[in-house]
C-alpha cells in the first residue's frame, strides 16, 4: 500500500539546520508531486514547499523562502527538506503528501528549534 514515512526532525538551536526526508513507497513516485506541510498543536495544517515531479518546478511559502529547499531523488523515491537558518516559530510538527487516488500523509516528523 501508499506509505510516505518522514524522517529527520530533532531539537536544534536558533539558526541551525536540519534535514527532513520522505520516503515513498507503493505508487509510481516519479508520476505525482509531493508537498511539505506543517502544524502546531491546536493550528491548521499549513503548507511550507512542494516540489513538480514533471519539470522539477517549486514552492515555497514566504515564512521559508531564501531558508528552505525542496528537492526529489526519483531513484531513491524520496523527497528532501534542507532547512537552514531556523527560527523558534519554525517548531511544528512536519508532514509530507502525496495526491494520486486521494490524499496521504506520512505520520509527521518533530522539528523543535530553541531560542
Known amino acids: 500500500q501508499l506509505q510516505l514515512v518522514e524522517s529527520g526532525g530533532g531539537l536544534v538551536e536558533s539558526g541551525g539546520s536540519l534535514r527532513l526526508s520522505c520516503a515513498a513507497s507503493?505508487?509510481?513516485?516519479?508520476?505525482?508531486?509531493i508537498a511539505w506541510f506543517r502544524q502546531a498543536p491546536g493550528k491548521e495544517r499549513e503548507g511550507v514547499s512542494a516540489i513538480n515531479n514533471s519539470d522539477g518546478s517549486v514552492y515555497y511559502a514566504e515564512s521559508v523562502k531564501g531558508r528552505f529547499t525542496i528537492s526529489r531523488d526519483n531513484a531513491k523515491n524520496t523527497v528532501y527538506l534542507q532547512m537552514n537558518s531556523l527560527k523558534p516559530e519554525d517548531t511544528d510538527v512536519y508532514y509530507c503528501?502525496?495526491?494520486?487516488?486521494?490524499?496521504?500523509w506520512g505520520q509527521g516528523t518533530q522539528v523543535t528549534v530553541s531560542s
Open positions: 507503493g505508487f509510481t513516485f516519479d508520476d505525482y508531486a
Open positions: 503528501r502525496a495526491v494520486v487516488d486521494r490524499i496521504y
